[in-house]
């Protein structure tokens, strides 16, 4: 069974940067996409950042130019690097595993999240 567990956050503040680190176990790294989404206080969750399993990136709006993500194969870790953050940047983060072999699969996992709060 997957599991994600999540480190990097904390309090900083407007204009400062932090990277986020998922680190995946329990499966074949490789044959999983992996995501960042984000939930602030009474909002919905949303996607921040995608990357799938050939490393193809995809971005939230909001976040372009801002944020990177990256996958490290042999640490087993997707990165979630954010640079100039913003008040509405802050919220809870989530680390999302979603299976993409074979092509039929549905598996999915989540981590427990990590708090981002960004101070004006």
């Known amino acids: 069974q997957v599991q994600l567990v999540e480190s990097g956050g904390g309090s900083v503040r407007a204009g400062d940067s932090l990277k986020l680190s998922c680190r995946h176990s329990?499966?074949?790294?490789?044959?999983?996409?992996l995501g960042w989404y984000r939930q602030a206080p009474g909002r919905q969750r949303e996607l921040v950042a995608h990357?799938?399993?050939?490393?193809?990136?995809k971005y939230a709006e909001s976040v372009k130019d801002r944020f990177t993500i990256s996958r490290d194969t042999d640490k087993t870790t997707v990165y979630l690097e954010m640079n100039n953050l913003q008040p509405e940047d802050t919220a809870v983060y989530y680390c999302?595993?979603?299976?993409?072999?074979?092509?039929?699969?549905?598996?999915?996992?989540w981590g427990q999240g990590i708090q981002v709060t960004v101070i004006s």
């Open positions: 999302k595993a979603e299976r993409e072999f074979p092509p039929d699969s549905h598996d999915s996992a």
């Open positions: 329990g499966s074949v790294f490789s044959i999983w996409a």
């Open positions: 990357i799938d399993s050939y490393s193809v990136a």
